[in-house]
């Protein structure tokens, strides 16, 4: 089973936890700090015969409750952040940043070559589709923000959209994708929230000090001749110094928090980068354009700098020494990439030109795996789970390939919000024709009429899609889908659950589908929980896993042939007594409960399931590629992001 995926998961996990605790003593310091400042000034006001600590000592109290009220706003401010993140996820960062959501039919060049890249590289990595949201910004950045690749944005500045050229931008796009597959996004996000209690001090100082210079109550009007109004002023404005000094130290203790977590993990994205495109120049050259640019990689929106640690490259200025840089040196990451660079930034320059050319050759195929058999060759399986979080240049060249041969009034209708619930009612839409009839009355019961034409509309090119594109063409709806209005979603959403009640006999393919629409759109219009790992092993989840492997196990297989498939899955976890289940009324609607909780697994036991769940499958040395792209379903609910299976000519003995 592959590693590297699983390994770089559990290293992202662990650096949460190291988060945390760099965290708690940063607070601890800042208490510490209060409460010994606090006890100096109180300390200074009790000098004289009888006024010590020792003759009055409910004085004490007055350092343990200003330690105690940093605190609350310490820990108030960044719980407040989290909740306020967690309720609108990467959008709400790519918004706060001054992003501007792109809509899948964009017609601008700049625009749609970002989002065919962005298309191209997610089929190609086995995620969703994100939204993007552009910047207005001339400086060359990018950063992925999200909790989980369901609620996952990518945000591009219109210099880095505009200046690169389409290998460039594509090492770009790689890059955050790793970061979106390491697991490195969702510790970003968590840092914002974390951290902001933690500079809410400076920002309440100066609140204080505008308010007290501002208001009139330093004048002599304000204070006159009352000498304890005089005294209560000068001790609002030493607590407003008092929390400003505190927030630069707040500033710079997350600095160093910010710096230490995610710089490593720059020079593994720009290696996953190199992998996933296979082309070093692309992402040395954005680089290195970054480089040449008289505006680097800066950005100038006001809250920049709570982000830093998410950019491409160094969005704002970190300080002389390099203490605080959340990214390493230019230089180094180029020649990390580069070793033959010669230490010299090209002139700058503008791609704008080579736009519409690239856009008019549309994607570069190559192998694209494609294959005429029904049946998939037992090793992509075997193999399968060895490149989930894993994409490589075949399967960015597959993506192309794909979207380049699907019917283009299909794609359109798949970046149109409108017509994208029409692409995937015709999903759900049976074969059989007294089902699909019954189908239809249901659409015309709970549809808008014009979506009830569009679709019927579309059958004939769903009908004939291979099945291999029918899960990237859900996944190419996703943008369109997540921009329809809250209203529109629940209206979709249910009309969606009762078309698919309409077939009489929906199998897991079309369930899974289904399934993986809902979770990845539920986060854009519902409250939803963010990804934690609650287990770390299988023996708490046995049940969970017996069910899991029973429903791959039976599906379609008779019984005796669901007893080996669930007997060859049931090896690859030996240590859980796992039982075959019987098929049950409310079968699909335990699994789904059941994957929501084997989610809270930690990632090498999904890997594992995963593993299992393709075993199940290839018992019979003949698998079907719906059984095939099942496994890539069950594998995106798993949060295991598997890229497109590929056949690989064989060479002859």
Wanted: aromatic letters at 6%; glycine letters at 8%.
């Amino acid at each position: 089973m592959a590693t590297d995926f699983f390994q770089r998961q559990s290293a992202a996990q662990r650096s949460t936890t190291w988060l945390v605790v760099m965290f708690i003593l940063a607070v601890l310091a800042i208490v510490g700090l209060v409460s010994v400042i606090a006890f100096v000034v109180v300390q200074a006001q009790m000098k004289g015969p009888g006024r010590s600590f020792s003759d009055h000592p409910e004085q004490w109290m007055i350092p343990a409750l200003a330690g105690a009220i940093t605190l609350l706003v310490v820990l108030g401010g960044s719980l407040y952040k989290v909740m306020e993140l967690r309720s609108g996820g990467g959008s709400r960062v790519a918004e706060a940043l001054g992003g501007r959501r792109l809509y899948p039919n964009s017609q601008d060049p700049v625009e749609r070559r970002l989002l065919n890249v962005v298309e191209e590289m997610a089929i190609a990595s086995g995620t969703p589709v994100p939204p993007v949201f552009l910047l207005d910004e001339d400086g060359i950045n990018a950063f992925a923000a999200g909790y989980s690749p369901s609620d996952a944005v990518l945000g591009v500045t219109r210099g880095c959209a505009q200046t690169l050229t389409r290998e460039q931008l594509q090492g770009v796009i790689a890059h955050e994708f790793s970061h979106v597959l390491n697991g490195d996004m969702r510790m970003s996000i968590r840092l914002i929230g974390v951290l902001h209690g933690i500079l809410l001090l400076g920002l309440t100082g100066q609140l204080i000090f505008r308010i007290f210079f501002y208001s009139g109550a330093g004048s002599r009007r304000s204070s006159g001749n009352n000498k304890n109004n005089g005294q209560a002023m000068l001790v609002i404005l030493a607590v407003g110094i008092a929390l400003i000094i505190l927030g630069f130290l707040g500033t710079f203790l997350g600095n160093l928090i910010k710096a230490a977590v995610s710089r490593q993990r720059e020079y593994l994205a720009d290696a996953s980068a190199v992998q996933f495109t296979r082309n070093p120049d692309g992402i040395a050259g954005a680089l290195k354009r970054i480089g040449a640019s008289a505006y680097g990689s800066r950005l100038q929106t006001a809250g920049a700098a709570e982000a830093s640690h998410m950019y491409f490259a160094q969005g704002v200025w970190e300080g002389l020494s390099g203490l605080w840089a959340t990214h390493p040196p230019l230089p180094k990451r180029i020649q990390a990439i580069d070793p033959n660079w010669d230490g010299k930034f090209p002139v700058a320059g503008s791609a704008r030109g080579q736009v519409a050319s690239e856009l008019a050759a549309g994607f570069v195929g190559g192998a694209s795996g494609a294959v005429v058999s029904d049946e998939v060759p037992v090793y992509v399986l075997d193999d399968a789970v060895d490149h989930v979080g894993e994409p490589t240049t075949e399967h960015r060249h597959y993506a192309a390939d794909l979207v380049a041969n699907l019917p283009v009034a299909l794609v359109e209708a798949t970046h149109e919000p409108y017509s994208a619930r029409a692409v995937v009612y015709a999903l759900l839409l049976d074969r059989d024709a007294s089902i699909r009839s019954q189908q239809m009355l249901v659409l015309q019961k709970f549809a808008k009429p014009d979506v009830v034409s569009a679709t019927q509309k579309l059958c004939p090119s769903v009908d004939n899609l291979d099945v291999k594109a029918r899960l990237p063409l859900l996944e190419m709806s996703l943008p369109a889908l997540k921009s329809i209005s809250a209203a529109q979603y629940q209206e979709f959403r249910h009309c969606f659950i009762e078309l698919a009640k309409a077939d009489q006999q929906i199998d897991l393919f079309e369930w899974m589908l289904s399934q993986v629409l809902l979770r990845h759109l539920a986060p854009q219009f519902e409250r939803t929980s963010s990804p934690r790992t609650h287990f770390y092993g299988l023996q708490k989840l046995t049940h969970e896993c017996s069910v899991l492997l029973s429903t791959v196990a039976s599906a379609g297989n008779s019984e005796t042939s669901a007893q080996l498939a669930f007997a060859a899955g049931a090896k690859h976890l030996p240590e859980i007594q796992l039982s075959l289940l019987p098929k049950s009324a409310n079968g699909l609607d335990e699994l789904r409960s059941v994957l929501a909780r084997l989610t809270q697994v930690s990632a090498k036991h999904r890997g594992r399931l995963v593993d299992a769940c393709a075993a199940a499958i290839c018992v019979d040395d003949r698998v079907k590629w719906q059984e095939a792209e099942l496994l890539r379903g069950i594998s995106d609910l798993l949060d295991c992001p598997m890229p497109p299976l590929l056949v690989k000519p064989q060479r002859n003995a």
